[in-house]
């Protein structure tokens, strides 16, 4: 009886950790211009190949933006999975880049972020850089991401589970959520791509 008392409180307590987290840490949509000039920034981070990767390169095309960790055991696969899904509904990976930039840079290099972009099958651009280059990017882009007090395995990290959306002169658009419908995120999305 007692391990069904701790069992059904653990399951309580995450959900209402999940639900504050899902409030507090998914930064705002734009409404105006001038919040959407502001948010971001330029930055340089390493690519896969280990070189270095300037947001430079991003501009002339569309971008999808998520943050998260190649150990991640739900959210990120999962999210990533689907822009990939998504973008296919649009017209496939020449309507828009995805890019996903790793919260995690102590256990993902260049490598690891490499080989994780690829296990999507379509492209995704993977980034890593140090500890102190994602902490400014993760502060410039309003997004949350620490390590885990009670880390489980695929749940070392808690973090942002928002994709940020940037038009062709890398200005932010909009965002999806997790709890968006796939039908709202391709509106978003087919506006982007133009």
């Known amino acids: 009886m007692l391990l069904w008392v701790i069992v059904v409180l653990a399951i309580a307590g995450m959900a209402a950790l999940l639900l504050v987290k899902r409030v507090d840490v998914n930064p705002p949509e734009a409404t105006t211009s001038a919040a959407q000039s502001s948010f ?21 095309e569309p ?20 822009m990939v899904k998504l973008r296919n509904e649009v017209g496939g990976p020449d309507k828009f880049n995805i890019v996903f930039v790793t919260i995690d840079p102590t256990h993902d290099g260049p490598k690891e972020v490499g080989q994780y972009a690829t296990l999507f099958n379509s492209p995704i651009i993977g980034l890593t850089g140090t ?7 993760k502060k410039e882009y309003g997004i949350y991401a620490q390590p885990s007090p009670h880390p489980m395995p695929g749940k070392e990290m808690e973090h942002s589970a928002i994709v940020l959306l940037f038009d062709r ?10 709890d968006e419908s796939d039908a709202d995120a391709l509106v978003k999305l087919r506006a982007l791509a133009g």
């Open 131 to 137: 500890p102190a280059e994602i902490d400014r990017v």
């Open 63 to 82: 971008y999808a933006m998520y943050f998260g960790f190649t150990r991640c055991g739900d959210v990120c696969p999962t999210t990533l999975s689907r």
């Open 169 to 178: 002169d890398g200005k932010f658009v909009t965002t999806i959520s997790p």
């Open 40 to 60: 971001g920034g330029p930055f340089t981070l390493v690519g896969a190949d280990g070189k270095p990767f300037s947001s430079a390169k991003l501009l002339g």
